[in-house]
């Protein structure tokens, strides 16, 4: 896997990275990998078996045909088509990984050149239990630090609050309370166009002075009134 790993680390940044890792991996691990680097390849359009073939050996050609043979993928017209099994266990890999992404940058703050390769061999260990553990710590996030979309969970749907979210809706801060802008989910790019031209921006600090009958936010120098609906789509981690 080592070629597939160079290459996705040279040319698609945010998604698939392996850096650092070494001695032999299981079938498993290899297998979570090409499904890993399909769903990447499928969030740009089709997944062509040309550009696939490009980014891999021989070694994993074979595996990818096993997964035919299993019924994970299909191959229609020079595309692979993920099919019922493979799209699951696709999606579960995405998930750990993009969660285990937010963790080490939320909750660690780790620089990127640390976070990727740490996250590449966390999503390996994370069991379904520990991973909706995290994904509730963190507020339910729905993309990852680059902002590719996180697969929901379980525990999404259910949306549990057992334990205290690490991120949450800016309308959940308490008056006087200040907090970080970690993500930012609008409703259309106007909007967050418009947001980004008064400063909130995610990294920017804010304080809550009012939630009625507006959200109003101190950002600096600068007071903003929110309706409602922004206000829960601003996510933060109080400071």
């Known amino acids: 896997m080592e070629a ?16 650092n890792e070494t001695g032999p991996r299981s079938e498993t691990h290899q297998r979570e990998e090409i499904l890993e680097l399909l ?5 740009k359009g089709p997944i062509r078996m040309e ?13 990818l045909e096993e997964m035919r ?20 266990r696709a999606k579960e890999v995405i998930r750990r990984h993009r969660l285990a992404e937010r963790l080490l940058s939320e909750v660690f703050e780790l620089e990127e050149k640390y976070m990727e390769p740490s996250a590449c061999q966390f999503e390996h260990i994370l069991s379904p239990q520990v991973l909706d553990s995290v994904c509730t710590f963190l507020g339910h996030p729905p993309i990852c630090p680059h902002g ?28 006087g ?35 009625k009958p507006s959200f109003v936010v101190e950002l600096g120098e600068t007071t903003l009134a929110l309706d409602g609906d922004i206000a829960r789509e601003v996510y933060v981690k109080k400071v």
């Open 4 to 19: 597939v790993k160079g290459r996705l680390a040279a040319g698609q940044k945010g998604h698939v990275h392996r850096w």
């Open 39 to 43: 769903w990447t390849l499928r969030e």
């Open 51 to 63: 550009e696939f073939l490009e980014m891999t050996e021989k070694e994993e050609t074979k595996i």
């Open 69 to 88: 043979d299993e019924e994970w993928i299909s191959l229609k017209e020079g595309q692979i088509v993920l099919k019922e099994e493979g799209e699951r």
């Open 148 to 175: 590719k979309p996180i697969p929901p969970g379980l525990c999404c749907l259910k949306y549990k609050r057992e334990i205290e979210p690490l991120v949450r809706p800016l309308s959940d801060l308490k008056l």
């Open 177 to 211: 309370e200040r907090g970080r802008i970690v993500f930012i989910t609008p409703r259309s790019r106007t909007l967050l166009e418009r947001l980004s031209s008064f400063g909130l921006v995610p990294g920017s600090e804010i304080r809550l002075g009012q939630k």
